[in-house]
T-cell receptor
Framework: AQSVAQPEDQVNVAEGNPLTVKCTYS??????LFWYVQYPNRGLQFLLK??????LVKGSYGFEAEFNKSQTSFHLKKPSALVSDSALYFC????????????FGAGTTVTVRA | DTGVSQDPRHKITKRGQNVTFRCDPI?????LYWYRQTLGQGPEFLTY????????KSRLLSDRFSAERPKGSFSTLEIQRTEQGDSAMYLC??????????????FGAGSRLTVL
């Protein structure tokens, strides 16, 4: 079964420092990977996706993610974190041969302190 | 606002009562999804519509749950004889269906159900 794991429940960083949110995946075949962010009382918002091609994917709000096939990872990164980046982040993978179902990780809460 | 709308945002009910949630997707999106999210967990897939056809139901969706999407527009998710274990956030999402593609889902803010 296709799945993702987010090994850290929480990440705390100071504003201006680099931010990394970790995700590892387990899939058969080529992975379709996604990052979503959830702010309080708001719906999940799409940040970026990896389908194929360049291993460094750029997304919304200055985020990027690096696909690493040998380490089966898809870590989310931001060079300089903002207090407004404090939110709940989810990694997801498209499951199986269908093109509509996503399997989400448990989420990582990011807190950026001023 | 042209995003995905969900109503009600919060529902508190007593065990055994029926509840219904409504989702209005982005108008040009032909695909609609329901997910369930409990505290400390990521969203879990419940069901999926392409236009008005319900194409898959998760095993999480017991026979007390029913979802419809009449005319391929809005969708409703009904839970009959609610149980305390049904307490969760019910998320609706929609997307343009691109066969074989990596469809990007647009989520609503969710409907939070509390069963007392």
């Amino acid at each position: 079964a296709q799945s993702v794991a987010q090994p850290e429940d929480q990440v705390n960083v100071a504003e201006g420092n680099p931010l990394t949110v970790k995700c590892t995946y387990s899939v058969s075949g080529n992975p379709y990977l996604f990052w979503y962010v959830q702010y309080p009382n708001r719906g999940l918002q799409f940040l970026l996706k990896y389908i194929t091609g360049d291993n460094l994917v750029k997304g919304s709000y200055g985020f990027e993610a690096e696909f690493n096939k040998s380490q089966t990872s898809f870590h989310l990164k931001k060079p300089s974190a903002l207090v407004s980046d404090s939110a709940l982040y989810f990694c997801a993978v498209r499951t199986g041969s269908n093109d509509y179902k996503l399997s989400f990780g448990a989420g990582t809460t990011v807190t950026v302190r001023a | 606002d042209t995003g995905v709308s969900q109503d009600p945002r919060h529902k508190i009910t007593k065990r055994g009562q029926n509840v219904t949630f409504r989702c209005d997707p982005i108008s040009e999106h032909n695909r609609l999804y329901w997910y369930r999210q409990t505290l400390g967990q990521g969203p879990e897939f419940l069901t999926y519509f392409q236009n008005e056809a319900q194409l898959e139901k998760s095993r999480l969706l017991s026979d007390r749950f029913s979802a419809e999407r009449p005319k391929g527009s809005f969708s409703t998710l009904e839970i009959q004889r609610t149980e305390q274990g049904d307490s969760a956030m019910y998320l609706c999402a929609s997307s343009l269906g691109v066969a074989g593609g990596a469809n990007v889902l647009t989520f609503g803010a969710g409907s939070r159900l509390t069963v007392l």
